[in-house]
């Protein structure tokens, strides 16, 4: 598949997809995607897109983390 964006090469990997749901930042791992090999823009069939809001909007996630967040004006 050809991007339509830089009309790189795209190859099939499973990707961490990240969305932000509710003010909350929510991480999707193991999602399969093209990736273009160029400019790094990602696609997904409209099945694994429906699959990814589906599991977000269930709220099942299976693990949780905190991650640090930094303030660019306070420094």
Not at 7 to 31: A, D, F, M, P
Request: a neutral charge; proline letters at 4%.
């Amino acid at each position: 598949m050809k991007c339509q964006l830089c009309h790189g090469e795209t190859k099939e990997k499973n990707i961490s997809y990240n969305q932000w749901y509710k003010g909350r930042l929510v991480v999707v791992e193991n999602v399969p995607a093209e990736v273009c090999q160029r400019c790094g823009e990602e696609y997904f069939t409209p099945e694994i897109t429906d699959k990814i809001q589906r599991l977000i909007y269930s709220g099942a996630a299976v693990k949780t983390m905190q991650v640090p967040i930094f303030d660019l004006s306070a420094a």
